[in-house]
């Protein structure tokens, strides 16, 4: 009898840390994070001449045009422009020879380019001397091409309904991979190329950190053939994980009623990538792709209480008029988009908070409160980017975006809405509303208070009996 109650005593506490696996409290309304990152394009490379939104963009931007001063809408508009009558950006087609003449943006005017050079001394070249004056020289010429909303009309319509920032930098000044996980562990990593393997332990990953705290997590690929996937194999380890490792099938499915609360969705890293967005991969392509699993989450009964946040992993290259600022030793990356997807989210709102590819973890750690996984992260900001939400407010009907309603502009779902008007160029002032203060978490990890009154009242419960069966025999 004594080893069955012991028994017992073993297994509900087994249940009680099953119990404890699901997500905890929140610390705002959003319960579940989808993360997309894509690859390769800069801000102004897609937003550069994007007109809507407030407050204004930052750097170079005016209300008058709405646009990077420069930066003209089409190629044929650039070169009906007299060369130094109109304020637009020059570039030297080589920085020690001025007299080779300029170069301009311009507009590609197709769905993808050929791809710019890349690489991490190429990208550190492309800034020389803490200017913009090397990217022609470097990155090539097909770096200074930009989009616009003929090309990627969803994601400019995912920033007029929602909120684009426009002060994000990848984490790293360099390629795919090194930036890929710097965006799981909270610092630059110690490589430079894209062919690294079980060169960073997984228990330094936000991954990882999740698991300790029993926060649910999944990473889904597009085309996943099973294994671990690229960039994951650069960390030694992550083969334990592999039940996280997911198709993208799997996610719509779990999407009716299992999804877990932080959720890594890439077009990368599975047996194709051709919707990644890397040039020179159709744009549009890839946008419809990323369409379909917002409608997705828009679709199902996570609406409301999910963030999705799509971004890029770097810039690849493209031009971007803004020096990275330097945070640390080796600075951020390039300034790259960042779209922030929620039915709780500011309407039509530019973020010009100084973000990065550590803000998104800052805010998994904030909103799960876990404490901070890097100093980094602890520094990035996280209450700018809360500033992109608005939990005060019930959340917005979902928005279902179709080849035949996303042509860029579509109506606003209130014209008036956060105290400006959106329609140029009736802008008024907006008036900030206050953010919370982040606060880590002091939790010990893969613990709960539920298992001490548990195991307390099961430990009274043997001894009581114990004695009932001595008094019995006596």
Avoid: C
């Avoid at 087994?14 to 989808?34: G, M």
């Avoid at 990627?152 to 920032?165: K, N, S």
């Amino acid at each position: 009898m004594l080893y069955r109650l012991i028994l017992l005593v073993f297994l509900l506490s087994s249940f009680t840390l099953q119990l404890v696996a699901f997500p905890s409290l929140t610390a705002t309304p959003i319960r579940h994070v989808v993360i997309i990152i894509d690859e390769n394009h800069s801000f102004d490379n897609l937003f550069g001449v994007y007109p809507f939104g407030w407050p204004p963009i930052v750097d170079n931007t005016t209300l008058s045009v709405m646009r990077p001063q420069g930066l003209y809408a089409n190629y044929s508009e650039l070169e009906s422009s007299a060369n130094g009558t109109l304020n637009w950006v020059s570039v030297p087609r080589n920085p020690s020879n001025p007299s080779d003449g300029y170069a301009h943006p311009y507009y590609a005017g197709a769905t993808s380019t050929e791809d710019p050079s890349e690489g991490w001394g190429v990208y550190h070249d492309d800034y020389l001397d803490n200017t913009t004056n090397g990217f022609y020289s470097n990155s090539g010429p097909q770096s200074m091409a930009y989009f616009s909303y003929e090309q990627v009309a969803p994601l400019w319509d995912y920033a007029e309904e929602y909120v684009l920032a426009d002060n994000y930098y990848a984490p790293v000044l360099g390629l795919t991979e090194p930036n890929r996980v710097a965006y799981l562990v909270g610092y630059p990593p110690a490589f430079y190329s894209d062919s690294v393997l079980g060169a960073v332990p997984f228990n330094q990953t936000l991954m990882y950190q999740l698991s300790e705290y029993n926060v649910s997590w999944g990473y889904y690929v597009y085309g996943y053939g099973g294994g671990v996937p690229w960039p994951l194999t650069a960390f030694a380890g992550s083969d334990a994980y592999a039940s996280h490792f997911h198709t993208l099938t799997d996610f719509y499915a779990q999407l009716h009623g299992d999804l877990p609360a932080v959720s890594w969705v890439m077009f990368l890293g599975g047996n194709t990538s051709e919707y990644d967005m890397h040039p020179p991969y159709n744009v549009t392509a890839a946008a419809s792709k990323l369409v379909q699993v917002v409608d997705a989450v828009m679709n199902s009964g996570y609406a409301e209480s999910t963030a999705v946040f799509f971004t890029f992993d770097e810039g690849g290259g493209y031009y971007d008029q803004v020096v990275p600022p330097k945070i640390n030793p080796y600075g951020l990356g390039q300034r790259i988009p960042l779209l922030i997807i929620s039915l709780l989210a500011r309407e039509g709102w530019v973020d010009n908070n100084t973000l990065s590819g550590y803000s998104l973890i800052g805010f998994v750690d904030y909103n799960w409160h876990l404490p901070w996984l890097t100093p980094l992260v602890a520094d990035s900001d996280v209450p700018g980017l809360l500033s992109a939400f608005n939990f005060s407010s019930p959340p917005r009907p979902p928005l279902i975006l179709t080849p035949e309603n996303w042509t860029y502009p579509i109506p606003l779902q209130y014209p008036i809405h956060y105290g400006y008007t959106a329609t140029l160029p009736n802008y008024t002032p907006h008036q900030p509303t206050s953010t919370p203060t982040s606060t880590p978490n002091t939790q010990t990890p893969k613990t709960t208070l539920l298992l001490v009154p548990i195991t307390i009242g099961l430990t009274l419960a043997i001894i009581t009996m114990l004695k009932r069966r001595r008094v019995y025999r006596a």
